[in-house]
């Protein structure tokens, strides 16, 4: 192999976060932010209601769940060596603490591969809604004992699903 084609190997395993856009987001979830969004008044005009951010999406055998992660930061370099899904809901990840989260994520489908995907960086105050079955990465805090609002599904059923990479094929994460 020649130092040309060893570079290309690496940059190809390299993953670059972007920006979190609502736009950039959309094959995988809602981005959950008030920046931009419409609202209306309540309590007497003293409340903006941002109403409807994402939607809560469980089976006909699931219930909504309100939980709270603290979250450590993973030892660098982050090597992406699995994905999970949740096939029979969506999951919310909202920042408790205002702090910048990583994000990565794949379209849903029955299988995942590195080449599927794709990174990006929260501002502090944005959440992030993962469609039901869309593939993804467990939360990466940059803060350790980082908290996040997380509501997602509970119920009977398997709900998560995880695909492991060989480490030779597992890309690095950009921090």
């Not at 920006?19 to 959309?26: D, G, K, S």
């Not at 309100?66 to 969506?90: C, D, T, W």
Request: with cysteine; net charge negative.
């Amino acid at each position: 192999m020649t130092s040309s084609e060893s570079t290309t190997a690496l940059s190809d395993k390299l993953l670059q976060p972007e920006p979190l856009t609502a736009e950039a987001f959309a094959p995988y979830g809602d981005v959950i932010e008030t920046a931009d969004r419409d609202y209306f008044l309540i309590n007497q005009d003293y409340t903006r209601r941002y109403h409807r951010l994402a939607d809560v999406d469980t089976d006909k055998d699931g219930s909504a769940i309100i939980s709270i992660f603290r979250a450590q930061v993973y030892p660098r370099p982050l090597q992406i060596n699995m994905m999970e899904k949740h096939p029979l809901g969506s999951q919310a990840f909202i920042p408790l603490n205002q702090q910048a989260f990583l994000v990565v994520v794949a379209p849903p489908g029955d299988t995942v591969a590195p080449h599927d995907l794709k990174a990006f960086i929260t501002n502090g105050l944005q959440g992030v809604n993962y469609h039901k079955g869309t593939w993804h990465y467990p939360v990466i805090a940059l803060n350790n004992d980082d908290e996040f609002l997380v509501v997602d599904r509970s119920g009977t059923g398997n709900n998560c699903i995880e695909v492991f990479f060989n480490s030779d094929q597992s890309p690095v994460l950009q921090t």
